[in-house]
């Protein structure tokens, strides 16, 4: 590397556009920008060098050379600047899956977006990004105020990105970011002086009205007339700046908006208004001009403050995840603060109280009440102690606990709870997408239908001032942001509250489907059983008790890897038994057998204790009662007599039986598959009386099952553990699956109940009935206000003001009513 007096002192470059200094005790160092002065800082700190001048010898600095972090000389840096350039001129293939640029993947950028007012304002955004150069993909999401945006770092930027936004009439901030008060301020003073100057344009309006009654002389109509246009030209140039600027956005990407009406009418008013002021006339509408404005301003700032209440739920779960984790390592064992992005697998962490577990993982050592419910929707506070498995997103009320981690960021439970609702908010149901493709054509119809209401006034031989007005208060009456915001505020609130009843819901079409189910087919092992092969009971008899019995078979089994081992193994760990010692431990086909305190004891099958049980078989028949669902038994004998038998096998879930029994109460068709045996299915069925049951089938035949029962005409909802029952989930009309622990994203499922109970299904289709429900009252408010408001607005028995007024009722009784439904749903389920 060349150095001079003039070289920067980390690269060697030229110090050509001045220098950056840093002195320390021996020496001032000089530096060509910031960035060489910040990654000096970066290597002594990392290297902990005791000498600064001897920064170069180190490994870390001779890494950065390779990397090309640090240019070497002069022509290393043209040769890097001539390489970016090159790449820059790339341009991505347009059937490319991402973009990628000499190796470098499209970025994803997630912004919220303020200021939007309907859905019509998502589409103009997502337009006029996706006609952007370095914009793979854009989705802009009304329910939720997010964009979503992938993008190629060389072509745009995220500035850049957030630049286009601006210059369509919206702001956006990073999710965790919000807006600053001197924004809201700013809002706010807006609307304060627009109301006050409409207050006053209303006041000169009626002492201009008496005018009608009372000759005024020509002075005194210039003196009132004046102030008034004045004032009404500060409250649509101040006030309505935002909304003329949607407007001619929307005008621009051809997608005509409610802001294009009121543009349109406030303007007609307000230069018809000149017009008749220059001619002398006291036909003015300046505050009808000015009003609408004021009342469009006051309506969405109502709007947005209980749209935000809406949104507050899932606000607060997609900002759950904390930034900052604790992270634990030899040079700091009782944790320093990393950023929560770099936390890896296997990395240990700590939690304190009041904080939020950023991973999954294994509670390594500590005790801590945890609270789970915002993944389960449980409410109790569970107890962690070592060995235990925690979750990402759940907060530790009490204790301290260090955790290893088993899945980080997007991979662990909350980050694919995060995921999937993101992509469930960004579905559009059928109705939906109708009534979204309707609003496409609404606002241009609007507009025709104002134009022919005004010329038909006028050549049924009324004046033009009749005509303009009446066209005016068309324009304004019509708008359709209630039919706008009816689905989309209903599946953010159906979601919200599914969240908080441990409801993951995957697809919104699924609350559309849930009433048509009239067979619902359940899965048996994992969703009406626990799914886990456990020993569940020990029968002894009169020589032993059972917990001796367990004490001696663990220590039997204490070094053999067999599934009845584990089982026992862990029944004991539970019971937090004390081991006694045994020898002479053999192995043997079907069995293992010990000496205990000079006693022979057998642990095996039926068939390796065959003779015992010849000797033993009024014991048997006393211990003829079994557990639920037991699939096998171990036999225990101790001096070639029978002592114990232990129970192995799966369990019903708690809620099963309540589910099912809820389900034949409304007559639906239940049944039973799985891939266990016919017997032990038809035991599990019966327990929990079901009309068809059906064992030993294969996922392929699980899935031809739904098909049949599709064929003969039933809606069928498929329940099951959400990856191995996929070829029948994916069959079905409604996929529900009992979560498990397992990959959300592996699931094929439109809900996942998530505290892993069949009862949770009963929740879902009552709130799938309350949430359809609010759906269609919004429509049915929507569509009865524009189908009654029109009609009276062409007769010409409404003025613009009364119009502007009925407007924004309109949204607010849509908004109003999906507040209560967020209020009273939940109090509802169960009842």
């Not at 347009?94 to 190796?103: I, K, L, M």
């Not at 979750?391 to 694919?416: E, K």
């Not at 879902?764 to 429509?779: C, D, I, S, Y």
């Amino acid at each position: 590397m060349i150095e001079s007096m003039d070289a920067c002192d980390l690269c060697g470059l030229s110090l050509r556009h001045g220098s950056v200094e840093w002195s320390s005790d021996e020496k001032t160092y000089q530096f060509c920008c910031n960035g060489c002065r910040h990654v000096f800082h970066m290597l002594i700190e990392a290297t902990d060098a005791g000498d600064p001048s001897r920064f170069k010898e180190t490994t870390l600095f001779k890494q950065c050379q390779n990397l090309g972090i640090i240019p070497r000389t002069e022509k290393d840096l043209v040769n890097r600047s001539t390489s970016i350039s090159a790449d820059s001129a790339e341009t991505p293939t347009e059937d490319s899956d991402t973009y990628v640029t000499r190796n470098r993947e499209h970025l994803t950028v997630q912004l919220k977006i303020l200021d939007m007012w309907c859905p019509a304002c998502a589409w103009v955004i997502s337009e006029a990004l996706q006609k952007a150069p370095g914009i793979k993909t854009a989705t802009c999401n009304f329910s939720t105020d997010r964009l979503f945006c992938d993008y190629n770092p060389i072509l745009i930027s995220q500035q850049q990105i957030q630049t286009i936004v601006k210059k369509l009439g919206y702001r956006s901030v990073l999710p965790e970011e919000t807006l600053e008060a001197s924004e809201k301020r700013k809002d706010l003073i807006r609307l304060v002086i627009s109301i006050f100057l409409t207050m006053n344009v209303m006041m000169l309006s009626f002492a201009l009205y008496s005018g009608f009654i009372t000759d005024f002389p020509p002075d005194t109509v210039y003196k009132l007339s004046w102030p008034m246009a004045a004032m009404a030209a500060g409250v649509l140039i101040y006030g309505g700046r935002n909304i003329y600027g949607k407007a001619m956005a929307g005008v621009l990407n051809a997608a005509l908006s409610m802001e294009t009406l009121i543009t349109i009418g406030s303007f007609s008013a307000f230069f018809f208004s000149c017009y008749n002021l220059l001619a002398g006339s006291l036909h003015l509408y300046f505050d009808t001009a000015s009003m609408l404005i004021t009342l469009v301003l006051l309506g969405k700032t109502i709007e947005t403050k209980a749209k935000a209440n809406i949104q507050k739920g899932l606000e607060r779960f997609f900002t759950l995840m904390p930034a900052k984790v604790r992270l634990c390592d030899e040079q700091f064992p009782a944790g320093r603060f990393v950023a929560a992005k770099h936390l890896q697998s296997a990395d240990v962490f700590r939690v304190m109280e009041d904080e939020v577990i950023a991973a999954d993982g294994v509670v390594i050592e500590g005790r801590a009440m945890v609270d789970e419910s915002s993944v389960t929707g449980e409410a109790d506070p569970v107890t962690k102690a070592a060995h235990d498995v925690v979750r990402s997103g759940t907060r530790v009320l009490r204790g301290n606990i260090r955790i290893r981690t088993t899945a980080v960021g997007d991979q662990s439970t909350f980050g694919q709870m995060v995921q999937l609702l993101q992509k469930a908010l960004e579905k559009r149901t059928h109705l939906e997408s109708r009534t979204d493709r309707m609003l496409q054509w609404f606002v241009p119809a609007i507009c025709l239908l104002a134009i022919g209401t005004g010329a038909g006034w006028i050549l049924a031989g009324s004046t033009a001032e009749t005509g303009i007005i009446r066209a005016v208060t068309v324009m304004v009456i019509s708008c359709p942001c209630a039919l706008g915001i009816a689905i989309p505020l209903a599946r953010v609130a159906g979601i919200a509250v599914a969240g908080r009843q441990g409801l993951l819901v995957r697809d919104f079409a699924a609350f559309e489907t849930a009433p048509e189910i009239d067979t619902f087919v359940f899965d048996k092992t994992g969703t009406v059983t626990d799914g886990r092969w456990k020993l569940r009971k020990i029968q002894s008899g009169s020589s032993m008790t059972a917990n001796e019995v367990l004490a001696i078979a663990a220590a039997m089994e204490a070094n053999i890897e067999h599934p009845v081992a584990t089982a026992i193994r862990a029944y004991a760990r539970d019971k937090k038994m004390k081991l006694p010692n045994v020898s002479q431990v053999v192995l043997v086909e079907n069995g293992i057998q010990a000496v205990f305190n000079g006693r022979e004891i057998k642990i095996g099958s039926e068939k390796f204790l065959a003779r015992e049980m010849a000797a033993s078989q009024g014991l048997l028949n006393d211990w003829a009662s079994t557990l639920q669902a037991v699939t096998s038994r171990v036999y225990f004998s101790v001096d070639g007599k029978l002592a114990a038998v232990f129970h192995f096998g799966d369990r019903i879930r708690s809620g099963a039986l309540a589910a099912v029994q809820a389900l034949a109460k409304a007559d639906k068709r239940l049944m039973l598959i799985s891939g266990d045996t016919p017997d032990v299915t038809a035991f599990i069925g019966e327990q929990l009386a079901f009309d068809d049951i059906s064992g030993g089938l294969l996922p392929q035949d699980k899935a031809s099952v739904i098909t049949q029962l599709q064929d003969q005409g039933q809606c069928v909802a498929m329940i099951g553990d959400g990856i191995n029952d996929a070829p029948a989930l994916g069959q079905s009309n409604l996929a529900v699956a009992i979560y498990g622990g397992s990959h959300l994203g592996k699931e094929t499922a439109d809900i996942s109940l998530m505290r892993s109970d069949p009862l949770q299904l009963i929740t879902f289709l009552e709130l799938a009935n309350l949430t359809n429900h609010q759906v269609k009252q919004n429509l049915l408010f929507s569509f009865l206000y524009n189908g009654i408001s029109i009609p009276i607005a062409i007769s010409g028995l409404l003025s613009p003001l009364v119009a502007v007024t009925a407007m924004l009722c309109s949204s607010l009784s849509v908004i109003g009513n999906t507040l209560w439904f967020m209020k009273k749903a939940p109090l509802k389920l169960g009842t």
